[in-house]
T-cell receptor
């Protein structure tokens, strides 16, 4: 079983719909992240959380929200999806600080907004 | 601003050696990371450099020069399975990772 699991793996939805992407991990890491990846662009950080009570905006948080339900669970929501949110979304975890650059990624959630 | 530059695409021959370069300008430096990403899959960690010099791990090596803001990933004895994108990322002074757009490596027989 994967250490970082994302659901759903693929989703097609319509403009204006609310979408939730879920992530769970068995790494025991406190730090969790949500990234999006678009062709020709680097990974862009949407939100990150260093523990259950700590939520931080990343580079491109507008139009997204997150919830850290437990150490092992971190979900990403699109309240009203729009076509330019079509992308590949990755959840990731890491150990603290000096080891924080070694990220463990989920398999990705491909979202298409029509 | 913060910036990571790497070539968009490279082509190499099976069995050969290829060097993928990465230059960076960031607010502070707490390490440089290389990741491999096969098409449609998640990135996986390859290497970490925080001091100047070469780190070797099997067929893959990574070099860092902090004064030049420069790193490279060296892949030896290329295999077809090495066809993938290679992502360079730098950890800045806030321990945030700044990512390059990735280099797509195509291996030809």
């Amino acid at each position: 079983d994967a250490d970082v699991t994302q659901t759903p793996r693929n989703r097609i939805t319509k403009t204006g719909k609310r979408i939730m992407l879920e992530c769970s991990q068995t790494k025991g890491h406190d730090r969790m992240y949500w990234y999006r990846q678009d062709p020709g662009l680097g990974l862009r950080l949407i939100y990150y959380s260093f523990d259950v009570k700590d939520i931080n905006k990343g580079e491109i948080s507008d139009g997204y929200s997150v919830s850290r339900q437990a150490q092992a669970k971190f979900s990403l929501s699109l309240e009203s999806a729009i076509p330019n949110q079509t992308a590949l979304y990755f959840c990731a975890t890491s150990a603290p600080e000096r080891e924080a650059g070694e990220l463990f990624f989920g398999e990705g959630s491909r979202l298409t907004v029509l | 601003g913060q910036n990571i530059d790497q070539p968009t695409e490279m082509t190499a021959t099976e069995g050969a050696i290829v060097q993928i370069n990465c230059t960076y300008q960031t607010s502070g430096f707490n390490g440089l990371f290389w990741y491999q990403q096969h098409a449609g899959e998640a990135p996986t960690f390859l290497s970490y450099n925080v001091l100047d010099g070469l780190e070797e791990k099997g067929r893959f090596s990574s070099f860092l020069s902090r004064s030049k803001g420069y790193s490279y990933l060296l892949l030896k004895e290329l295999q077809m399975k090495d066809s993938a994108s290679y992502l360079c990322a730098v950890m800045d002074s806030n321990y945030q990772l700044i990512w390059g757009a990735g280099t797509k490596l195509i291996i030809k027989p």
